[in-house]
């Protein structure tokens, strides 16, 4: 599968526990795009990323949530100290550059955070 | 703007009927629109996208209207069928930023 890979699917946490997400983008994608999307609710931009790089984070926490693209390995969305108010479905997607062609967003299956 | 906390509105169609989902984007600004479709617990799929140099794009029983003059964005399907139950979002960007914008989604419901 070429798409765009999420883990875990479902990820169940205790409030003040960490979660981390993962994201490995499309082959050959260098972007990638963290949503988050509350039950009944649209998506909401949390970041854009590249390579080693956070290009806009205006949509992140200021307190609690990171996020990391790396060199080499999948892009990943951290939570600490996780509340109740975090749970909610995070989805990642990737694109091969900025406003081409193309432009569309490749979304992969989303993980779906718990928290107790 | 971004949709903040509101239940997804309803649209039931019969199957085999024609399907016109609206959608009004916050940014005149805004030069490149996308339709996508979300099946229940899964990840959001492309539909189709336009410019803001056209006002029609046409697919494969789809098509995508834009009216620039009043922000407006509409997502037409023909001949309706079951397999389009689901939720479907546009989707604005701006030039010179980063953000693709969702709108707060239209449930679509294909009644037999």
């Known amino acids: 599968n070429a798409g765009v890979m999420q883990n875990p699917r479902h990820l169940v946490r205790r409030r003040g526990q960490e979660a981390r997400l993962r994201c490995s983008p499309m082959k050959g994608h260098s972007h990638v795009y963290w949503y988050r999307q509350l039950p009944e609710e649209g998506l909401k931009f949390m970041v854009y990323l590249q390579k080693e790089n956070i290009i806009d984070e205006s949509g992140m926490p200021k307190e609690r949530f990171s996020a990391e693209f790396p060199k080499e390995g999948p892009s990943i969305l951290r939570i600490q100290q996780v509340v109740r108010g975090d749970s909610a479905a995070y989805f990642c997607a990737s694109s091969p550059q900025i406003i081409d062609d193309t432009g569309e967003l490749f979304f992969g299956e989303g993980s779906r955070l718990t928290v107790l | 703007g971004e949709n903040v906390g509101l239940h997804l509105p309803t649209l039931s169609v019969q199957e085999g009927d024609n399907s016109i989902i609206n959608c009004a984007y916050s940014?005149?600004?805004?030069?490149?629109f996308i339709w996508y479709k979300q099946e229940s617990g899964k990840g959001p799929q492309f539909i189709i996208d336009i410019r803001s140099n056209m006002d029609k794009r046409q697919g494969q029983r789809v098509t995508v209207l834009l009216n620039k003059t009043v922000k407006h964005l509409s997502l037409q399907i023909a001949a309706t069928q079951p397999g389009d139950s689901a939720v479907y979002f546009c989707?604005?960007?701006?030039?010179?930023?980063?953000?693709?914008?969702f709108g707060t989604g239209t449930r679509l419901k294909v009644l037999a």
């Open positions: 989707a604005e960007n701006t030039p010179g930023t980063y953000k693709y914008i």
């Open positions: 940014n005149s600004a805004s030069d490149y």
